[in-house]
């Protein structure tokens, strides 16, 4: 821009200031936006040569765009000043407004600094307002303040050197190089601002895709998962039904997928295990269970459970993953029937015998007939020491009849009185050994024997009522336990016991009789599972040896 009689300003400069401005603000990359900026100063405000220092996150500013000199261009794009050394050249020289100019006179001491700058030098001015070439001239950029003032942060500067008529600009020169850098503030300001918002979109899109790319991911993994998955709803009415299921879980309890979501999984569960899915946590709960299936049968599962929030916070689900382990739990009932029951017949063995025998036991010994009756309807007279049991919250011996509702109560196993059939119920313990058992071995081998004890054990099953317990105690000893019986029930059991097992038996291909001897012995609490069957052993003896000899077996 020549310097004109002021304000006697071409019109054609100012078109074409107008025109650069508007090339800022339509540029299409910050990139761009920063070149036109300095080609601007070079075309519409007669500066030969420009530079557009623009600070860098860390505060330092870096030369971004320089127009005018290729040469210049090549050495310091690119390049860095620190903040220090800019502010200290901001806070020299002569306050043009905005504007900064430092005079040749002044600028040596900035010659050796870390600012990125194009050396020249020349002869001393030949009059007052004439240019030197170490004259310097900076136009700081601020981010847009109120109403067109320049009070936000630093932006960055414009640098300008030799200007075409030699001189130092003027009033209007001036004004517009800051009203210049004011306006490339708010187009670079935009600039970066349409650039981040670019990024933003593309950020946003690379998500999107990327949150498609794992809802298909997830929903193949659903889908075809080997094993059965769920996904019901959490909290609110309708907590645990069923919003979606897997073909896996649809083929392992044969029902469609239509039919699932009328279910919660409290609708499929057996109601024996209720309890356990409802003890179940939502959020890396596992649990195993028996679920229901169309046909009434019901399959073993293991529940894992884990929590999905939707996008933006938005509903929580709980997902649930369904593992088979019907053949697990069929090898692990397995395993415990093999520790608990005798392999040759099948009935409880010895350890399982005193194991259920010594659950209806407790230490005390029942000898009050008040305090036996307050012990079976709910209110025991004692404290844990005396029964074993945990009494939670009682205080002292003295227990309030209110605390009684919260034990796990024992009813007293009590024994008919001795020597008198008084109508007494109790549980009977009735001890079984063979008779002429062991010539039967000795004559015919052992698989004889065994055929003889699978068919004894099945006679006493078969002359027993549901609920009662028949055991092998080893080789040739059975136990029976009874309860609620008197002590003519009990005799009368041993009767027909023993009437059973001396029918012929069929082993070996012929025909075979032993006979049984039954000692009946009672349990009550202060005894041990072994002083009980030991009482009902001694008893045995004593009937086998009160009968002759050639009675005590069959055949």
């Known amino acids: 821009m020549e310097t004109e009689s002021e304000p006697y300003v071409r019109l ?4 074409q200031l107008h025109q ?4 800022m603000n339509t540029a299409r990359s910050l990139a761009d936006t920063l070149q036109t900026v300095a080609d601007g100063v070079i075309t519409a405000l007669g500066f030969e040569m420009a530079a557009v220092n623009l600070v860098r996150p860390d505060g330092d500013l870096v030369v971004a765009a320089l127009a005018g000199n290729s040469a210049a261009e090549a050495l310091i ?3 860095v000043g620190s903040r220090d050394s800019w502010d200290r050249r901001l806070n020299m020289g002569e306050k043009w407004g905005d504007l900064v100019f430092i005079p040749h006179t002044e600028g040596w001491v900035l010659d050796d600094d870390d600012v990125p700058q194009w050396y020249t030098d020349g002869p001393a001015p030949r009059f007052e307002d004439e240019w030197h070439p170490s004259d310097r001239l900076f136009a700081p950029m601020y981010t847009p303040g109120i109403s067109g003032s320049s009070c936000g942060e630093l932006l960055g500067v414009i640098s300008v050197d030799r200007p075409r008529n030699g001189r130092h600009p003027g009033a209007w020169g001036r004004e517009a190089l800051q009203m210049y850098a004011f306006q490339a503030a708010i187009a670079i300001s935009n600039a970066r601002l349409r650039a981040n918002m670019q990024r933003a979109l593309v950020r946003l899109e690379r998500e999107q895709q990327a949150l498609r790319a794992s809802e298909e991911s997830f929903r193949q993994a659903f889908e ?3 094993s059965g998955m769920a996904i019901a709803e959490m909290g609110g009415d309708q907590h645990g039904r069923i919003l979606r299921t897997n073909d896996a879980l649809c083929r392992l309890l044969g029902r469609p997928a239509s039919a699932m979501r009328r279910y919660s999984f409290s609708d499929l569960v057996h109601p024996e295990d ?3 899915l409802l003890r179940t946590s939502a959020e890396g709960g596992r649990a195993e269970l028996r679920l229901g299936r169309r046909d009434g049968t019901y399959v073993w599962v293991s529940l894992r459970n884990s929590v999905v929030a939707d996008a933006a916070d938005g509903p929580r689900f709980l997902l649930t993953h369904v593992e088979d382990i019907e053949e697990r739990k069929r090898r692990e009932l397995q395993l415990a029937h093999r520790a608990s029951h005798d392999s040759l017949t099948g009935l409880p063995n010895s350890a399982e015998l005193r194991s259920r025998l010594a659950s209806r036991l407790c230490r005390r010994a029942d000898t009050d007939g008040l305090e036996s009756l307050d012990a079976a309807y709910g209110h025991p007279a004692y404290d844990a020491n005396g029964h074993g049991f945990d009494f939670a919250g009682a205080t002292g011996s003295a227990i309030g009849s209110a605390s009684y509702d919260g034990y796990d109560h024992h009813v007293h196993t009590v024994a008919p009185e001795e020597g008198r059939d008084d109508g007494a119920k109790g549980l009977a313990v009735l001890f079984c050994d063979l008779d002429g058992f062991k010539s039967i071995n000795d004559r015919f081998g052992h698989n004889a024997g065994d055929a003889v004890l699978i068919e004894v054990a099945r006679r006493l099953s078969r002359g027993v009522r549901d609920g009662d317990t028949v055991a092998r105690l080893g080789g040739d000893e059975f136990v029976i336990l009874a309860d609620g019986l008197g002590k003519a029930d009990a005799q009368d059991l041993a009767v027909r016991l023993r009437n059973e ?4 038996i069929r082993a070996e291909d012929r025909a075979v009789r032993v006979g049984a001897s039954f000692g009946i012995g009672w349990a009550h609490c202060g005894m041990t599972a072994d002083e009980v069957l030991k009482s009902a ?5 004593v009937e086998k040896r009160s009968r002759p000899k050639q009675h005590r077996r069959a055949g």
Do not use: K
């Not at 054609?12 to 078109?15: G, K, N």
């Not at 097992?501 to 012929?504: E, G």
């Not at 052993?537 to 003896?541: K, L, V």
């Open 12 to 15: 054609a400069s100012l078109r």
């Open 224 to 226: 075809y998962a080997p």
């Open 537 to 541: 052993d001694e008893r045995m003896y």
């Open 20 to 23: 650069v401005m508007a090339d």
């Open 77 to 79: 794009t690119g390049r």
């Open 274 to 276: 209720i309890g356990t």
């Open 501 to 504: 097992i001396i029918q012929p």
